[in-house]
Every structure is written in C-alpha cells, then in structure tokens.
C-alpha cells in the first residue's frame, strides 16, 4: 500500500513560520520522526519512509501554495497512487485554532491551494487534513493573518498539533480514514 501525504506551503525563508506553512510543518516533523530527510525533486522536496507495511511519500510542493495541485498530480501519477490514498495537509481560517478535521472531501472554502489540486486532480473528492488557524483579524487583515507567524500564546500549543496531526497523518496511512475520522474528529 502506497500513500502520499501532501503538506501545503510556501517555499522561502520568509514563509517557514507563517500559519500558510503549517502543512510544511507537520510535513517536516513526519519526516524527522522516521529518520529520513526531504530532496528536491521535481515540483516538490521528498521524502520516502515505511510505517506498519505502507510506503509513505510525504511533499511539499515547491510551486507555491496556489500551483500546488500541479505538483499533487505529478507525484500521484509518477508513484500510482489513487487518489484515495492521497492525503492533504491544509490550514483552515474556518477552524477555530487548535482544533483537527480529516474529511474525505470537500470543498475548496476559498483557498487557493486547495482550488489548484481540485482542478488539476479534477475531483474535489480526496482526503485532507484540515488545521485550524482560526479567524482572529480584522477586516481586509487576512492575508496578513495568514501569512503572519503563530502568537506567543499560539505557539504554547503548536508543537502538540503539529504532532497530533503528525499521528493523524500515520492513522489516516495504517487504519484508514474512516476509523482515523472517528478517533480524532471531535
């Protein structure tokens, strides 16, 4: 069983800790918990490991945020892996902050990353790991929001999301998404 796990992000140093990137985050801490490292490839860095039987491929896409689905159906061409077995990794303003959602579709909700996959893979229909970011801005500030970097106080609890997400990821790999829906949807 093949998997792919797509964090979403922008490449650059200006972008690493800013709340867009938070699918780079749990992508990289994926990767460091099993010992391995990310290579730039085309349209992504990647990184390969094993867990409980299943080969996991984990992105990030070096297209930025809104060209992601261009990298997303690359590697799920290049690997053979359905669609099903594809799991997106996204930041969600409508999610209030330290709050997880896996879902097994849906829709875009207005953001660009999420369009560009549904319109390359020509299916809004693949699993996604939602991590709210909250909405705490004021009007015309969300951009700034979004690419803004995590609070003080934010920051006591991203640590432990990004790993919870992390096991989110594995679940969604080893038991599926369902059982994963069950276990951590609250």
Not at 26 to 52: C, G, I, P, Q, W
Not at 79 to 96: G, M, R, S, Y
Not at 139 to 145: I, S
Request: aromatic residues 10%; positive net charge; contains cysteine.
């Amino acid at each position: 069983m093949k998997y792919l796990i797509v964090g979403l992000g922008n490449i650059g140093p200006e972008y690493a800790k800013t709340r867009h990137n938070v699918g780079f985050m749990v992508a990289d801490y994926l990767a460091k918990k099993h010992n391995t490292s990310f290579e730039m490839d085309r349209l992504a860095y990647v990184a390969d490991f094993k867990h409980k039987g299943r080969s996991i491929t984990v992105i990030k896409p070096t297209t930025y945020m809104n060209l992601s689905g261009k990298a997303v159906k690359y590697w799920a061409n290049q690997l053979k892996i359905k669609t099903e077995n594809i799991l997106v990794i996204v930041d969600d303003l409508a999610i209030p902050y330290t709050s997880l959602r896996m879902r097994g579709k849906g829709g875009a909700a207005g953001h660009n990353g999420l369009k560009d996959i549904e319109a390359q893979m020509q299916t809004a229909a693949y699993p996604r790991l939602r991590f709210g970011i909250g909405d705490n801005y004021s009007k015309g500030k969300q951009v700034d929001f979004v690419l803004g970097e995590f609070t003080e106080d934010e920051k006591i609890d991203l640590d432990g999301l990004i790993e919870k997400s992390a096991d989110m990821c594995l679940s969604f790999a080893s038991i599926g998404l369902s059982r994963t829906m069950t276990q951590y949807n609250k």
